[in-house]
């Protein structure tokens, strides 16, 4: 365990975008994450994997401040996260997606995708309230992105109907193109294909793909192995609480401690 | 010594009735997770009834009491079934508080056309003669609302604690999914925690009759003292219903003896207040823990109506003709009037529906910094010669301060406990408006504030009033739709909609609540100003509490955030009356009638019902809304 953590600690590289450092935290008695630490380089998919409970939620919410942790450090393109709210978190550019498909009810598709464009407006309320010609440009080139943004996802026939109208896999969709649209500097996808069929888990794949041609950073907790080696350039496994391996897909696949932990103690290569 | 003993006594009768209602308030907010405000309404209806069977129609008290509870509980479990249980499946829970608003302004409204405005007395049920303990008289009415409150505590106890039919309330209290998978009827419970909450306050309102004038309204006194009282003690458990109650007819009686009359209420709100900042769940935690409210999500947010743009604009002409044309056609004054103040009123429906329609923030005070700036304009202009512009300006700084202050509060709480804070910041404000003679004249209002005018044009007439508060309502909504259409309403909706999520997409959801508010208040201030100006008068009842649930009826049956939906309430609750002098009586009734009846059946409100009948003349509105984003797509 230590020299693990050494060894990952020792390759970090100057310019990780995200470096979570012995980050600990326990519920009662019970220490739901043990000294994590890894990190995500630019450019990459990161994915975080590992058997229910292992803690993955738990990471990104001690990483985006949703909860406290006890111990440990975080930082995102060099700044420590410590006391930050997580407005300020996503404001600097850490954008997060929930487990559970969270799209504002109320709300058109198209309008939800805006939402995310909220991050980088430049216009206040007054100059809206003003119609201002900035503020009215602005508006149109938001919703011009959001329509690309509902094209890339073949999502644009239906970018006037109320998002929870939308199939549980579009609204998936919806979800992760709306962060997008925050142009976020990190991308972290809480479970994205949970629920999904495997025409839409394709559909996240390819875009997925794109995010990362995009060379958006992305760490994403997911339990679709398939889909993790197929998108992830870097895997951490998580098993209760830490980390039990690290490496490329193709090494993490032939881990011994890993197919342990995954498909308990059976002989079965991950697919 | 023995002044205060005898004090404490009166404060512990009054607290006893507190704590009954209190205890109505902890039974159905445990069971549905809601609160029912409409309690006093029953409690006065009980009295009113047993008024009429006793004394007018001369029963015997021991026939007419229990006959008026049962017929109050009849009642109460017919409006329950019809309204409250369907509202719980529809509706919020914070709608669900407001409509329970507008059932007890239905009750009241309801008593208004039968018993009139005039006030009742009723006779002790034992002989005036007081019972003495020594030196100290005890009224014997006390002993009944002593010993009636006992028997009601005791029973509801039991009941729910011992009995197999407590045992499903409770089932339904902590977990309503589970209850109903375990084969409890949960609606059925529903009814029965509500009609339980109706046989209380029945008992509570006959009991009390005796030592007290029985009027229309005094209903809303008793929902107000309950649920002040019940958040006090810790609405979700019932030793702190009974707590909160029996501590607030003390400290409100110990106030009025020793302090002022005229500020025990206030006294009261801002211990509530307090409590809310400290405490917010009460001094008194409950043992079931704070129940997860699943009903909430599961409950589709209701889709506002939106007008194509092709439809909107030859509208929007089409609106501003006819309106720029209204004075020349309509010579009546008692119209143009109504006209005026439906205008005036708007103003504040606008910035009501920034606040609840799109950032979802319940105010049940809005009237209150109505009061506010037309206090302060009225005063200014009276006491200074200030200019009604300034005197404006200077009315919404003052709300805008009283604003912050609040936010400090309403900024941390959500829902129930927001609706109530908002609502003891209006109660608030009544009893100052009643309490500082020396500013606001008192009950009987502040004479002589002279008309709008700006730079020595005088706007006295409705005819000119019409045109300023024409011309004040098109730049509000003007504004207004250009923030609300772009990022702002947007932030504002992703905010009401999923608070968590907004702030990972890096929205200042405290930023965007608090600016929200500060909107509706300067409106709400400007509008108290203009309806002061208008009227030359100003009385505590124009901008009460009152005033303030009824904005919130014209909200509601207008349609919430659509911005324009307010006009339409509004138009409807004020002209109505206006135009048919002889249901001026049924306003009362009917703005709490149209209010519920808009809940369950009409959710986009009568803006929304417009909308659909315009579009289905035109044509289908996908097509329409599609022509318009394909040719803005294009103009990229």
Not at chain 2, 93 to 117: Q, R
Not at chain 2, 282 to 293: C, M, N, S, T, Y
């Amino acid at each position: 365990m230590t020299a693990l953590n050494a060894q990952s600690e020792a390759s970090i590289g100057e310019n990780s975008v995200l470096s979570v450092r012995h980050l600990t935290k326990s519920f009662g008695g019970l220490k739901a994450i043990d000294d994590v630490t890894f990190d995500v380089a630019p450019h990459q998919v990161t994915a975080m994997i590992g058997p229910n409970g292992a803690g993955k939620t738990t990471v990104f919410n001690l990483v985006t401040n949703i909860l406290s942790k006890d111990a440990g450090q975080v930082l995102f393109l060099g700044r420590d996260l410590a006391g930050m709210s997580p407005v300020k978190i996503a404001d600097m550019g850490l954008i997060r997606t929930f487990q559970s498909a969270r799209v504002f009810p109320g709300m058109t598709a198209i309008e939800n995708v805006m939402v995310g464009g909220h991050r980088l407006a430049s216009h206040s309320g007054a100059s809206e309230m003003l119609w201002l010609k900035a503020s009215r440009n602005e508006e149109r080139r938001v919703l011009g992105r959001a329509e690309q943004m509902l094209e890339l996802v073949g999502l644009a026939p239906f970018k006037h109907t109320h998002a929870t109208e939308l199939p549980m896999g579009a609204q998936k969709l919806l979800e992760v193109i709306r962060a997008l649209m925050a142009q976020p500097k990190l991308l972290c996808l809480d479970e994205p294909a949970a629920g999904l069929n495997d025409t839409e888990t394709q559909e996240l794949a390819n875009l997925l793909r794109a995010i990362r041609t995009l060379g958006i950073p992305v760490l994403i907790v997911e339990h679709n192995m398939s889909l993790v080696m197929n998108v992830a350039d870097h895997v951490v496994v998580m098993d209760s609480g830490a980390i039990i391996a690290a490496g490329a897909p193709s090494e993490i696949q032939k881990n011994s401690r890993v197919i342990e932990a995954y498909l308990g103690g059976e002989n079965h290569a991950a697919s | 010594m023995l002044e205060f003993l005898q004090i404490c006594i009166g404060g512990l009768v009054v607290g006893s009735i507190y704590a009954a209602i209190a205890l109505g308030f902890s039974l159905v907010y445990r069971v549905t997770g809601a609160i029912n405000l409409s309690q006093g309404g029953f409690a006065i209806v009980a009295a009113m009834i047993g008024y009429t069977l006793g004394v007018a129609w001369g029963w015997p008290l021991w026939l007419a009491i229990p006959s008026a509870v049962a017929a109050t509980v009849g009642i109460g479990v017919a409006i329950g079934a019809f309204t409250f249980v369907p509202a719980l499946e529809r509706l919020s829970n914070a709608n669900v508080l407001m409509l329970t608003a507008g059932l007890l302004t239905m009750i009241e409204g309801v008593a208004l056309v039968v018993w009139g405005s005039q006030p009742y007395a009723m006779p002790p049920f034992s002989g005036e003669a007081p019972l003495e303990f020594g030196p100290i008289r005890v009224p014997t009415q006390a002993f009944w609302v002593l010993g009636s409150t006992a028997v009601c505590i005791t029973a509801l106890w039991w009941l729910v604690a011992k009995t197999k039919l407590g045992k499903g309330l409770r089932a339904c209290a902590e977990n309503p999914a589970a209850a109903s998978l375990m084969g409890i009827n949960v609606p059925r419970m529903t009814l029965l925690s509500f009609a339980l909450a109706t046989l209380i306050a029945a008992i509570a309102g006959v009991i009390v009759a005796p030592t007290t004038s029985l009027q229309f309204d005094t209903g809303r006194l008793f929902t107000i003292s309950g649920f002040v009282a019940a958040a006090i003690g810790g609405i979700a458990s019932f030793p702190g219903a009974i707590i909160g109650g029996l501590f607030l007819g003390l400290v409100t009686q110990l106030a009025t003896a020793y302090i002022s009359s005229l500020f025990s209420t206030a006294i009261a709100l801002l211990i509530l207040l307090a409590v809310l900042i400290w405490r917010p769940h009460g001094l008194v935690q409950a043992v079931v823990g704070k129940r997860q409210d699943t009903r909430d999500e599961v409950k589709a947010v209701a889709h506002a109506a939106k007008l194509p743009a092709s439809l909107a604009w030859p509208l929007a002409a089409l609106a501003l003709v006819t309106a720029a044309h209204i004075p020349v056609v309509v010579t009546d004054n008692g119209i143009l009037s109504g006209l005026v103040i439906a205008g005036i009123l708007f103003m504040t429906l606008m910035g009501l529906d920034v606040l609840m329609g799109y950032a979802g923030q319940v105010s049940l005070g809005q009237a209150g910094f109505m009061a506010i700036g037309g206090y302060t304009s009225g005063y200014l202009s009276i006491n200074y010669e200030l200019a009604p512009l300034l005197a404006i300006v200077a009315g919404i700084g003052v709300s805008l301060a009283c604003a912050l202050v609040l936010s400090v509060v309403t900024l941390r709480l959500r829902g129930l406990y927001l609706a109530l804070a908002t609502l003891a910041f209006g109660l608030l404000i009544d009893s100052c408006a009643v309490g500082f003679l020396d500013i606001t004249g008192g009950p009987s209002g502040l004479v002589g504030i002279p008309s709008f005018s700006v730079a020595g044009f005088e706007f006295a007439t409705p005819r000119a009033m019409f045109y300023v508060v024409f011309a004040l309502d098109a730049i509000i909504f003007v504004a207004l739709t250009g923030a609300m259409r772009s990022g702002f309403g947007r932030a504002l909706k992703a905010i009401r909609s999923d608070q968590m999520a907004a702030a990972a997409l890096g929205i200042n959801t405290v930023r965007y609540k608090l600016a929200a508010f500060m909107i509706s208040v300067t409106l709400a201030s400007l509008s108290g100003s203009m309806y002061a100006f208008f009227f030359n008068f100003l009385s505590p009842e124009m901008v009460g509490t009152g005033r303030s649930l009824e904005l919130v009826a014209m909200l509601i049956v207008g349609g919430e955030s659509t911005l324009l939906g307010g006009l339409f309430g509004a138009l409807l609750l004020t002209l109505l009356p206006t135009v048919f002098q002889p249901l001026a009586i049924y306003k009362t009734f009917a703005s709490g009638a149209l209010l519920v009846a808009s809940f369950l059946y009409l959710p986009q409100g009568l803006y929304g019902a417009v909308v659909q009948w315009a579009i289905r003349l035109v044509g289908s509105p996908r097509e329409a809304k599609e022509s318009t984003s394909e040719t803005s797509a294009r103009a990229l």
